[in-house]
């Protein structure tokens, strides 16, 4: 067993800031997506000390809204569960991993995933060692988003379809398309936000063949139109409109076949490829 002791020794003060710092910095901003009625994991980690037991060690996982205060998801404390303030939303649902949570991981077990539940979650995780937090966004597709292909040629410009609900609050649109990635984070492929496009993290493969169509915007509509489209386009797209007073998330499928084509999934109801003259 290795004990801790938390002296004034120069030895564990130069340990504890150094370890305070790497603390502060764990975690990207990944995003996660998940079909309705199934089990995911949100995974959080944090630096810790091998061998030895963090006492004051607290997990809070929240989901975080647009508007009015965050809900409480999960807390842990005192080496326990603590259930007092839980969203009634996620009652019964939510599940820490025991076994890991002394190895640094505060991972969430999330229950049969319901379309409320997307949006942006946060993991606060505080100890003798430092306080770190951790976001990740959870995207929900609905059934009607994995239907029938729709055949492209190669080369062509298609434009990929994303109707939401459009809401007259006042609010600017969030618009992020992606395309998921088997291993790794998925792509960027287009970004708008605050009435402009934003290209900065943009993914190579994607540079000068996208485009948004804004005065489609009022009519529930934030299409892409994808340029001259290539082999390497294979693969699933998500798209992500915010704020939550109109919000549709949809996927999308673009595979070859034959040595001129390529296919795109979309959902059903919705004209998703356009031939562009």
């Known amino acids: 067993m290795v004990r801790v002791r938390m002296g004034t020794s120069p030895g564990w003060s130069l ?4 370890l305070w710092t790497l603390y502060g910095v764990a975690g990207a901003q990944p ?11 949100l995974d959080c980690t944090f630096h810790h000390i091998p061998g030895v037991k963090l006492q004051r060690l607290n997990i809070t996982w929240k989901m975080q809204r647009a508007e009015g205060a965050a809900l409480l998801v ?5 080496q326990r569960d603590l259930w007092q303030g839980q969203d009634k939303v996620y009652r019964d649902r939510t599940q820490l991993y025991p076994e890991g949570i002394h190895k640094g991981n505060a991972s969430l077990r999330l229950r049969a995933v319901h379309f409320q539940d997307e949006g942006s979650y946060l993991c606060y995780v505080a100890s003798e060692l430092g306080t ?8 929900v597709l609905r059934e009607s988003e994995m239907k029938s292909p729709i055949v492209a040629q190669r080369g062509q410009d298609v434009t990929l379809s994303c109707p939401f609900e459009f809401g007259l609050n006042g609010q600017p649109l969030n618009i992020t398309w992606k ?8 792509l960027l492929v ?8 934003t290209l900065q993290r943009q993914d190579v493969a994607y540079k000068d063949r996208t485009q948004l169509h ?3 915007f009022p009519q529930g509509n934030a299409s892409l139109t994808l340029r001259r489209v290539r082999s390497q386009d294979e693969g699933f797209y998500i798209c992500h409109v ?11 499928q673009v595979t070859m076949e034959g040595m001129g084509q390529c296919t795109v999934q979309a959902p059903r109801g919705f004209p998703t490829l356009e031939k562009n003259a």
């Open 15 to 18: 340990r504890l800031v150094a």
């Open 132 to 139: 770190s937090s951790h976001t990740i966004s959870l995207a």
């Open 190 to 197: 287009h970004s708008y936000y605050n009435g402009m496009d």
């Open 74 to 78: 999960h807390s842990y404390y005192g």
């Open 242 to 252: 915010k704020p939550d007073l109109g919000r549709f998330s949809v996927r999308m």
């Open 214 to 216: 804004p005065e489609r």
């Open 179 to 186: 395309k998921e990635e088997a291993e790794g984070p998925d």
């Open 31 to 41: 995003s996660i997506t998940a079909h309705y009625g199934e089990d995911i994991t």
